[in-house]
């Protein structure tokens, strides 16, 4: 197992990627719609991330 050595020199940030195929199945409207929505679900974990907290109070289940 490789040991870690002076994490405090580790960059602090990260890349994040999604790549979404279209099933001919479904319409380019309704593919948009979709990958519209993955967006708006990241916002808040992009928040987080950036800044370390949440702007909002969590979802009851």
């Known amino acids: 197992m490789p040991v870690l050595a002076d994490l405090a020199n580790w960059p602090r940030w990260a890349e994040f990627m ?15 719609e979709q990958t519209g929505l993955v967006d708006i679900e990241l916002a808040p974990l992009k928040e987080i991330l950036e800044t370390g907290r949440s702007g909002s109070t969590p979802r009851s289940a």
């Not at 195929?21 to 380019?28: D, G």
């Open 18 to 32: 999604i790549t979404f195929h279209r099933p001919p199945s479904l319409t380019e409207t309704a593919f948009k």
